[in-house]
């Protein structure tokens, strides 16, 4: 094994635009050891996903990591998809060749459980998508929060409007009560091992601008320069001479212009995944703030909404550190910095 990996991780992600860009993090980062990744349906579905992930993976000469599936549903609700933000495959206007590998045969709760168990304590456990398989892993194996090292989960949102329903986010609204019965096996924790939940009131701020996609072009070398703009035809397509870098641009453009349709910030990216994924890897770009958090069930128009009770009125102990502050321009530095070394490198 390559001494560098330091960091192993379990990644479950629902590829997405900025699934992707977690997962080019990931692979540009010489301290992670990426031991499998599992797919959720979440922005698309789940067998998208994984072919979405294998494609990624095979660009980036990266492709001895297993890509398992999981459940295709949410535990309780049925399933709801979002190809209007993520594109019809989930990865915007890009187009990536596809992939020669197959998915595992291996279910995801079974990639979780094995490697967990093996490596108690080890293991830093990411998830960007809604917690099915999370929650289903945990059902059969009770103890996987004592055995992960740490989780840092993308999902739910604070003191901030919701993305999906007035105070609901994404990734939680695709399966709450997954969420629940994450957040709930995750009390057991002593302080050190809380998991980290990167939620929209943070995530919202980490905006990827047209000149960050020119600057990670820039430092992948490739040709021309990436120049998206808000006067160019929806669609128009990168020329980049690298290939990373092209279908990086190709799907970032699409996230932009749905930031920008759908009133959320402009002509912008908000980058949710790949901000957790620089969290799970160095902890100390987020400030963080204890909270005991719970997930609405019941409510009519707030099922799926995450409570922070902040203040201990609940008299439960704190079973999750909320990312509260970050320096955005910091992660985009080391994104443009890691990911454009990783496209020059692999052309
Ligand atoms: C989350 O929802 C998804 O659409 C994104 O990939 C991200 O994980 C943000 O709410
Ligand atoms: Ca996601």
């Not at 590829?15 to 692979?27: F, H, N, R, V, W």
């Not at 535990?75 to 209007?84: A, N, S």
């Not at 108690?120 to 055995?147: D, S, Y």
């Not at 980290?196 to 990827?208: F, H, N, Q, S, Y």
Request: proline share 7%; with cysteine.
């Amino acid at each position: 094994m390559d001494n560098h990996r330091t960091i192993p991780l379990l990644v479950d992600v629902d590829t997405g635009i900025d699934d992707s860009l977690a997962l080019l993090y990931l692979m540009a980062s010489p301290e992670a050891e990426i031991l499998g990744i599992t797919c959720t349906a979440g922005n698309v579905n789940a067998r998208q996903v994984a072919t979405n992930n294998l494609a990624w993976l095979e660009l980036c000469d990266y492709a001895d990591v297993e890509v398992a599936l999981g459940a295709e549903v949410p535990v309780l609700q049925p399933l709801v998809t979002t190809e209007e933000t993520h594109g019809p495959q989930g990865i915007g206007y890009a187009e990536l060749p596809a992939p020669t590998r197959r998915i595992s045969d291996r279910h995801a709760t079974q990639v979780w459980i094995e490697a967990a168990r093996s490596r108690p304590g080890e293991i830093t456990g990411l998830v960007t998508g809604p917690l099915t398989n999370l929650a289903l892993a945990i059902k059969l194996e009770p103890e996987l929060p004592l055995l992960l090292n740490r989780l840092v989960v993308m999902g739910g949102v604070f003191n901030h409007a919701g993305n999906t329903r007035p105070t609901t986010e994404w990734n939680i609204s695709v399966d709450p009560d997954a969420a629940k019965i994450v957040f709930d096996a995750f009390s057991v924790l002593p302080p050190e091992r809380r998991p980290v939940i990167c939620a929209l009131d943070v995530t919202e701020r980490i905006a990827m601008t047209p000149a960050h996609v020119a600057a990670l072009g820039r430092a992948a070398g490739s040709t021309p320069e990436e120049s998206l703009s808000l006067d160019d035809p929806p669609g128009t397509r990168s020329r980049g001479s690298n290939a990373v870098v092209r279908h990086l641009s190709d799907a970032v453009r699409f996230y932009m212009e749905f930031h920008r349709a759908y009133d959320q910030g402009g002509y912008v990216a908000h980058m949710h995944d790949p901000f957790a994924a620089a969290v799970a890897l160095d902890p100390s770009l987020a400030t963080t703030r204890p909270a005991t958090v719970d997930v609405e069930l019941a409510g009519t128009i707030t099922r799926g909404q995450t409570v922070a009770d902040w203040l201990g009125m609940w008299g439960r102990p704190a079973n999750a550190d909320i990312v509260v502050d970050t320096d955005p321009e910091e992660f985009f530095r080391r994104t443009i910095e890691r990911v454009g070394a990783l496209a020059r490198r692999v052309g």
